[in-house]
């Protein structure tokens, strides 16, 4: 048996460093490499899972043809033939923007890029997506305020003396968290929690604030009017490094704790409480999730929310600081999210021509001039985890062809004319960051491609030699195959930083100009170099006000509309959002899809724990079980997002194709619905 040290690279804070055990060929072991202080004690349940994954039965390891409704088994050769003829068919006749090329955030890595080379310089440009779906208003906000996206490292957490999770439930979402957190927490730190739910994450918390979703503005904006009034605040810090404070100020006045109260539900006292701990407990470590920035005000939420953490002077210092996003091991990229989020200044056939990836249904359908006429998907499932399924099915099945590189059959994959099997994290070697810890990492291919499975580099070689071109055309633009041409690429990154494959492979590497303390030396990369609380970037780019407000979020609060709930759809720890839910060790341990809802709700409504309900609204149905919980607060409903329409409950039936304030991200946490039930428990 021989072992591997590698990565995990999926979408996801940690990033955990592993040694993976081989025997045989097959990996039969995951373990933890200590060497990373973020990830010490290793995989997470869907890290160990990965045994499981790389061995599954139900693994796509040949080319698949969809033949009268059904998939067969076909030779590579026939399915890049097809897939050849197709792509010079819509290219001669409609033009190159009839094809749209999809590719979501299913696995990290530096050769991804290949992918978009591949469209771009072989096929002479395609239609494209612009945003994406996890977190934009939110660096957007951040980008505006503080320049960039960094925060300090983890393990800093441990210096904080209060602690502030608005928004984020890392016992689920980020479990390597909770080491430093309590960490933090036995060293005698406060923990103060603003979620709608009762989770795991608040059980040692001294404050507990439940607001309805998508008001947290509010509430930010009332704790900052106080902050201000009390003089909890540090002027010299604000007189140094801050730009638009007085403004700032003058519009929070109005903003009282009676005010916000009425917008959340918030009780007065409560919100009252927030701020003396936050004026009065340093250093303070603020750290919002990503839920609360996927609504239609999800931008300037997290603009009123960093607010706080600037009046107070917990910025630059440890233990003292912003944990929203950490870019400093996005080493290798010439542009950094959310900057590349935004659609092509020029969308031309050579460039792209881009619809938005939170409207994609509605937008496929609506691309004229040329029409669309075939998808490719990689990395992704927009059939599970784009907004609003119905139209996104409706303009998949509107498409003449539809091509999928994937590993299993999710909802998109049978969708699919063809699936082309896609390669696993162990099957080839990657360079991937993290946006939560300070490392670089190998993520190092440790066995063979199962079966007939090609990685997608090689995959696009073979379709550019179809198309006719030359050996010495495509060595410039594209990965010619073979693992020795991947490390030869890898060591080329590699070598700017005086650092080789042979470094990597004996653990992570702290990324080159890492700042422990994020903004230690008070450099900020705004326009006046300083935090910038009045921007006008804001108003000019996205139409915004300058000044953190609270707007209600579309949908939401309509007086009128038949559907009474709040649909709050969080992470779990069981899955990377639509990945991993297919595996059986992690059915034994999830179990089945349920509707979490408060009592009082559900007895309005006549329903008992474990009765069937139905969830609605005038986008879609499904059913599951109720389960009633006091964890979740009276007028909100709760589903974990990742579940497959196939295993009945993909959120997404649900959710509105609508993009965010700022950042191009995806509102579909805009979202009313109404109960029902179906059928008393057996």
């Known amino acids: 048996m021989k072992e591997f040290i590698t990565a995990c690279p999926r979408n996801c804070y940690s990033t955990c460093s592993l040694v993976v055990q081989v025997d045989k060929g097959k990996v039969v072991g995951v373990n933890p490499l200590p060497l990373n202080r973020a990830t010490p004690f290793g995989g997470c349940l869907k890290g160990l899972s990965y045994v499981e994954r790389a061995n599954s039965p139900d693994r796509i390891i040949y080319p698949l043809k969809?033949?009268?409704?059904?998939?067969?088994?076909?030779?590579?050769?026939?399915?890049?033939?097809?897939?050849?003829?197709?792509?010079?068919?819509?290219?001669?006749?409609?033009?190159?923007?009839?094809?749209?090329?999809?590719?979501?955030?299913?696995?990290?890595?530096?050769?991804?890029?290949?992918s978009g080379k591949f469209w771009r310089h072989v096929y002479g440009g395609a239609t494209t997506i612009y945003g994406n779906l996890c977190w934009p208003a939110g660096l957007e906000a951040t980008r505006l305020t503080l320049g960039e996206n960094k925060h300090n490292v983890p393990w800093d957490l441990e210096n904080a003396k209060l602690i502030v999770l608005w928004g984020k439930n890392p016992a689920e979402s980020n479990v390597h968290e909770m080491i430093p957190l309590n960490n933090a927490l036995d060293k005698g730190a406060e923990l103060l929690v603003i979620d709608p739910r009762r989770t795991q994450s608040t059980q040692r918390a001294?404050?507990?604030?439940?607001?309805?979703?998508?008001?947290?503005?509010?509430?930010?904006?009332?704790?900052?009017?106080?902050?201000?009034?009390?003089?909890?605040?540090?002027n010299d810090f604000i007189d140094r490094h801050v730009l638009g404070f007085e403004r700032f100020a003058e519009h929070v006045k109005p903003f009282t704790a009676r005010w916000a109260s009425h917008i959340s539900g918030v009780p007065i006292n409560l919100i009252e409480k927030l701020a003396w701990y936050i004026g009065n407990v340093k250093p303070m470590t603020l750290i919002p999730g990503y839920g609360m920035q996927r609504y239609t005000n999800g931008g300037q939420t997290v603009r009123a929310i960093l607010a706080l953490s600037v009046i107070t002077g917990n910025i630059g210092k440890p233990g003292a600081c912003w944990h929203y996003a950490n870019l400093q091991s996005y080493v290798f990229d010439d542009v950094l999210?959310?900057?590349?989020?935004?659609?092509?200044?020029?969308?031309?056939?050579?460039?792209?021509?881009?619809?938005?990836?939170?409207?994609?249904?509605?937008?496929?359908?609506?691309?004229?001039?040329?029409?669309?006429?075939?998808?490719?998907?990689?990395?992704?499932?927009?059939?599970?985890?784009?907004?609003?399924?119905?139209?996104?099915?409706?303009?998949?099945?509107?498409?003449?062809?539809?091509?999928v590189v994937e590993q299993f059959m999710t909802d998109t994959a049978l969708e699919a004319d063809i699936i082309l099997p896609a390669k696993n994290m162990f099957e080839q070697s990657d360079i991937i960051g993290s946006y939560w810890n300070p490392y670089f990492q190998l993520k190092q291919k440790v066995v063979e491609p199962a079966g007939e499975v090609k990685p997608e580099t090689e995959i696009y070689w073979l379709l550019a030699q179809k198309l006719g071109?030359?050996?010495?055309?495509?060595?410039?633009?594209?990965?010619?195959?073979?693992?020795?041409?991947?490390?030869?690429?890898?060591?080329?990154?590699?070598?700017?930083?005086?650092?080789?494959?042979?470094?990597?492979?004996?653990?992570?590497?702290?990324?080159?100009?890492?700042?422990?303390?994020?903004?230690?030396?008070?450099?900020?990369?705004?326009?006046?170099?300083?935090?910038?609380?009045?921007?006008?970037?804001?108003?000019?780019?996205?139409?915004?006000n300058p000044l953190p407000v609270y707007k209600p979020a579309e949908e939401l609060f309509h007086n009128q509309t038949p559907y009474p709930l709040f649909l709050m759809s969080p992470n779990t720890k069981?899955?990377?959002?639509?990945?991993?839910?297919?595996?059986?060790?992690?059915?034994?341990?999830?179990?089945?899809?349920?509707?979490?809802?408060?009592?009082?709700?559900?007895?309005?409504?006549?329903?008992?724990?474990?009765?069937?309900?139905?969830?609605?609204?005038?986008?879609?149905?499904?059913?599951?079980?109720?389960?009633?919980?006091?964890?979740?607060?009276?007028?909100?409903?709760?589903?974990?997002?990742?579940?497959?329409?196939?295993?009945?409950?993909s959120v997404n039936i649900l959710s509105e194709g609508r993009e965010t304030d700022m950042g191009h991200g995806s509102a579909f946490h805009n979202n009313r619905v109404e109960v029902k039930l179906v059928k008393r428990k057996q």
């Open 337 to 403: 999210e959310p900057l590349c989020y935004y659609p092509p200044d020029k969308p031309d056939g050579v460039i792209r021509r881009s619809i938005s990836t939170a409207r994609i249904g509605e937008d496929m359908l609506a691309t004229k001039e040329p029409e669309l006429k075939m998808i490719w998907v990689e990395r992704g499932n927009p059939l599970t985890q784009n907004p609003n399924t119905g139209k996104v099915l409706e303009a998949f099945r509107k498409l003449d062809f539809r091509v």
């Open 574 to 649: 069981n899955r990377i959002h639509s990945q991993f839910n297919n595996l059986k060790v992690i059915s034994m341990v999830s179990g089945p899809p349920v509707l979490q809802i408060n009592p009082a709700d559900a007895n309005q409504r006549g329903i008992g724990d474990g009765d069937w309900v139905e969830i609605f609204n005038d986008r879609g149905s499904f059913r599951v079980k109720a389960q009633l919980t006091y964890e979740v607060r009276v007028g909100c409903v709760v589903i974990p997002n990742g579940w497959w329409r196939t295993q009945g409950a």
């Open 66 to 114: 969809k033949v009268n409704g059904s998939f067969k088994r076909i030779s590579w050769n026939e399915a890049l033939e097809t897939i050849v003829e197709k792509l010079i068919h819509f290219r001669d006749v409609y033009g190159q923007q009839s094809v749209l090329f999809y590719a979501a955030s299913g696995m990290a890595g530096l050769l991804n890029d290949f």
């Open 469 to 544: 071109f030359t050996e010495a055309y495509l060595s410039q633009v594209l990965l010619p195959p073979g693992d020795d041409q991947v490390d030869n690429f890898l060591e080329s990154r590699l070598k700017e930083f005086n650092l080789s494959l042979d470094d990597l492979k004996k653990g992570p590497i702290l990324a080159p100009g890492l700042q422990e303390v994020a903004f230690s030396d008070f450099r900020f990369a705004t326009p006046s170099g300083k935090i910038e609380l009045y921007s006008d970037q804001v108003q000019s780019i996205w139409g915004e």
């Open 206 to 234: 001294s404050l507990l604030l439940q607001p309805y979703p998508s008001t947290d503005a509010a509430i930010a904006l009332a704790v900052a009017n106080i902050l201000i009034q009390k003089e909890w605040i540090d």
